[in-house]
């Protein structure tokens, strides 16, 4: 779908409400190409985590104070609403955006690099990985029509959420992991 802005495209991962737009979703994530410098698109009420998963990466200007990220750098938060602009590093990148609706709920992407195994609890109100290299993933409730411990074989780039409760092992094809996390939260109520 078009960017807010009309500067790009975005392929959107996983929304909720499921069939939710941009004006009413409560968390979305989804994976951009950013090709040339420019602004964000604005969502008031909306707070970001954004990630680089290819190309050299980004310099962001959020209210202008500079972040940069790259593919071995943290994710990067930052407030819908606050007027951010980028610049490449080198070429383009693509990027993993998760944008989560204020005072409904909150969220968090992080990077995993390194181990051959790891074991991954399902917490939250939603609980993703996104495969930056080749991985498998077992344990219950993998997928709809999967036995309890069946393989799920994710390739670079592969996006599978995980049900809340469960435990799942990802193991590495090769070398070792290299994924995110991305994990959503409601907001605690506020005490009077």
């Given at each position: 779908?078009?960017?807010?802005?009309?500067?790009?495209e975005t392929a959107e991962i996983a929304v909720f409400p499921e069939g939710a737009g941009l004006n009413?979703?409560?968390?979305?994530?989804?994976?951009?190409?950013?090709?040339?410098?420019?602004?964000?698109?604005?969502?008031?009420?909306?707070?970001?985590?954004?990630?680089?998963?290819?190309?050299?990466?980004?310099?962001?200007?959020?209210?202008?104070?500079?972040?940069?990220?790259?593919?071995?750098?943290?994710?990067?938060?930052?407030?819908?609403?606050?007027?951010?602009?980028?610049?490449?590093?080198?070429?383009?990148?693509?990027?993993?955006?998760?944008?989560?609706?204020?005072?409904?709920?909150?969220?968090?992407?992080?990077?995993?690099?390194?181990?051959?195994?790891?074991?991954?609890?399902?917490?939250?109100?939603?609980?993703?990985?996104?495969?930056?290299?080749?991985?498998?993933?077992?344990?219950?409730?993998?997928?709809?029509?999967?036995?309890?411990?069946?393989?799920?074989?994710?390739?670079?780039?592969?996006?599978?959420?995980?049900?809340?409760?469960?435990?799942?092992?990802?193991?590495?094809?090769?070398?070792?992991?290299?994924?995110?996390?991305?994990?959503?939260?409601?907001?605690?109520?506020?005490?009077?």
């Open positions: 779908m078009p960017w807010k802005n009309g500067k790009g009413d979703f409560s968390w979305r994530l989804s994976m951009a190409t950013v090709a040339e410098p420019g602004p964000f698109s604005s969502f008031p009420g909306v707070d970001r985590v954004l990630a680089v998963v290819e190309g050299e990466g980004l310099r962001l200007y959020i209210e202008g104070d500079m972040e940069t990220v790259t593919p071995i750098s943290d994710a990067v938060s930052f407030p819908g609403d606050a007027a951010v602009a980028s610049d490449l590093l080198g070429g383009p990148v693509t990027d993993l955006n998760l944008m989560t609706r204020r005072g409904i709920c909150h969220g968090r992407i992080d990077r995993v690099r390194g181990p051959q195994h790891m074991e991954i609890e399902a917490d939250g109100l939603a609980t993703l990985v996104v495969a930056l290299s080749q991985c498998v993933l077992t344990g219950s409730r993998v997928r709809d029509d999967a036995a309890d411990g069946e393989l799920l074989e994710l390739g670079r780039l592969d996006a599978v959420a995980l049900e809340t409760g469960d435990r799942a092992m990802l193991s590495s094809v090769s070398g070792g992991l290299d994924l995110l996390t991305v994990r959503i939260f409601g907001e605690a109520p506020h005490s009077r």
